[in-house]
């Protein structure tokens, strides 16, 4: 289990009703989130090229 799952399963676990919003956005992305530590990988350069095709038009 990654310190991620052991993270979220102790704040799950704590009742603490301020991290609902947090534990839902990692439950998301939760995958996206790994490959990131794993790989060093993101979809900034896809974000970026969204951004500037916007300002183009």
């Keep these: ?3 991620l799952a052991h993270w979220y399963r102790n704040v799950e676990q704590s009742g603490f009703k301020n991290f609902s ?7 998301f992305n939760y995958q996206s ?3 990131y530590f794993d ?5 900034a350069s896809a974000e ?3 951004a500037k095709s916007l ?3």
């Design 55 to 57: 300002s183009i038009s």
């Design 48 to 50: 970026s090229f969204n």
């Design 33 to 35: 989130i790994l490959n």
């Design 1 to 3: 289990m990654t310190k």
């Design 21 to 27: 919003n947090l534990l839902n956005t990692i439950t």
């Design 39 to 43: 790989n060093r990988s993101t979809n």
